[in-house]
């Protein structure tokens, strides 16, 4: 299983896929948002395995 | 296709579809560097004698912004307005949480560079929060005050401290943002006015540089993150519900499907400007404002002196919009 964290929650999801999926899952833009994993940066089309903990990063702000 | 860097064919840390280029850490960093120094030159912001004076919010844009011109070799301080702005009244309110990326990354560049911060409330007695609740409309006061305030102190600043240009951290998205609300109510005075550059003029207001408009949010958010420059992530408490951010939603949906969407809207726009398809914004003539001595379009007081005079209303009587 996935470990997604977004924004403070911590969300599970079934690993073989993609982080573009990953973010199209949990119902963001990935214009919106960046991955990380173990830290770094990762681009939306990276496979991710069976066991993960990915990060996503909002990168809108301003008001 | 795989997404490996274009340049080296390492790990890419990110794909920016509207260049249909993939970059690894190290050449990101170096393409983000060129594109600032090329588009600084190009629209003559800054010349390399000039000192520099970066607005720091301690979020991505304006950290990256100041780390940008110091790696690119101009002399670069910053200034933090402490606003003052605290959801729950106690001292480890936002602003103050906002302050120590500031100073954190301050002090990471230091002797290089200083960190100037001004304290609205140890100025004026009272906090941008306090200052809105005495006046202006209601919906959206926070942020109107919050902008006035900013426009005046760090012009006023600027100038008192003798810097020749104020930089901001400006970002596309922002940039598209601004000019989406102005296309939507045709405000094409306010559109005439939307520059890269703001020259100095003869009554006081300093000259106004937006070195990363040609950038979107997203790349400036890995510029942080590679860079390893930490930031504030949380948002403004005033900024829920915001039309900017709205728009910006709106621009990523447009983006998502047709990508550089955002790019051309705004570059076309500056195009345009430049072919004299806009009428030509003339500035208003200014006075100097009899109470502070900044420049302003008003007789008597300017809008700044008018807002804090006004009397604040007692904490408590209204809440957070």
Known sequence: MIKVSFKGAEH???GNTTVRKIIAALGLNPESVLAMRDGKLIVNETFIGKEAEIRLISVVSGG | MGYRCRKCSGDSVINMRQHRLALCEDHFIEWVQKHAAEFIRKHRMLEP?????????????SLSLWSILLDLGYQADGIYIDLGIDRDRD???YSKR???YA??????VSPRAKLHVLDIKAVYGRSVTEI????????RKYCSACGLVKRHELNRMTR??????????HNLDDEAAVLMGNSLNWEVEYM????????????GLVKKVKPLARFYEREMAAYAIVRGIPYIMEECPFSEGATSLGYKEVLNSMERKSSGTKLKFYFEFLKAKKKGLLPNYVPPELRLCEKCGEPTGSTGLCAFCRLIERPARPVGVDTLE
């Open chain 2, 103 to 108: 100073v954190e990354f301050a002090q990471s």
């Open chain 1, 12 to 14: 599970t999801l079934e």
């Open chain 2, 132 to 139: 809105a609740r005495g006046g202006m409309g209601a919906k």
């Open chain 2, 49 to 61: 004698e000039d000192r520099v004076l970066v607005a720091v919010s301690g979020g991505k844009d």
């Open chain 2, 91 to 93: 001292e480890s309110g």
């Open chain 2, 160 to 169: 008192e401290l003798g810097y020749a240009v104020l930089a901001t951290g």
């Open chain 2, 98 to 100: 906002s302050l120590q």
């Open chain 2, 192 to 203: 005439a006015r939307q520059a890269l550059v703001l020259p100095a003029s003869s009554t």
